[in-house]
């Protein structure tokens, strides 16, 4: 019996170290998500900062990016970099965590903070 229980708590403890390092893998980069109402926007991590573009809105926007742990993240406006047809944008904090990894990409799901708003969309690693 103590031998199964040994082997069940190296194997959880595997599995919660893969899904670690696999979110590690998509901390940072350049990314594409394709969303069905504003078209592909691209989006550029680094371990402070997002930026955001949206070439359908013709905005582009700075995020603060605070990991609060190793997939969920805090992302907070910034500044707004671009927004050629004054579009309204105001303050903002969105909760999004990775909830499935891929090879090259992830599923992500985001939640506005003092909001309803809720959005799963998948982000594709570009080079």
Same mark, same amino acid.
């Given at each position: 019996?103590?031998? #199964?229980?040994?082997?069940?708590?190296?194997?959880?403890?595997?599995?919660? #170290?893969?899904?670690?390092?696999?979110?590690?893998? #998509?901390? %940072?980069? +350049? #990314?594409?998500?394709?969303?069905?109402?504003?078209?592909?926007?691209?989006?550029?991590?680094?371990?402070?900062?997002? @930026?955001?573009?949206?070439?359908?809105?013709?905005?582009?926007?700075?995020? +603060?990016?605070?990991?609060?742990?190793?997939?969920?993240?805090?992302? %907070?406006?910034?500044? @707004?970099?671009?927004?050629?047809?004054?579009?309204? @944008?105001?303050?903002?904090?969105?909760?999004?965590?990775?909830?499935?990894?891929?090879? +090259?990409?992830?599923?992500?799901?985001?939640?506005?903070?003092?909001?309803?708003?809720?959005? %799963?969309?998948?982000? %594709?690693?570009?080079?």
């Amino acid at each position: 019996m103590k031998i #199964f229980l040994t082997i069940i708590l190296f194997i959880s403890c595997l599995t919660a #170290f893969g899904q670690s390092t696999s979110c590690e893998k #998509f901390k %940072t980069g +350049n #990314f594409k998500m394709e969303d069905p109402i504003t078209g592909v926007n691209y989006i550029s991590r680094d371990k402070t900062n997002q @930026i955001e573009s949206i070439p359908s809105l013709k905005v582009k926007v700075k995020l +603060n990016v605070e990991w609060i742990d190793s997939c969920v993240l805090k992302l %907070t406006l910034n500044e @707004i970099l671009e927004n050629e047809d004054d579009l309204p @944008i105001s303050d903002f904090i969105l909760i999004s965590e990775i909830i499935e990894i891929k090879e +090259n990409s992830y599923i992500m799901k985001s939640k506005a903070e003092d909001s309803d708003f809720t959005m %799963t969309r998948e982000y %594709t690693l570009i080079e």
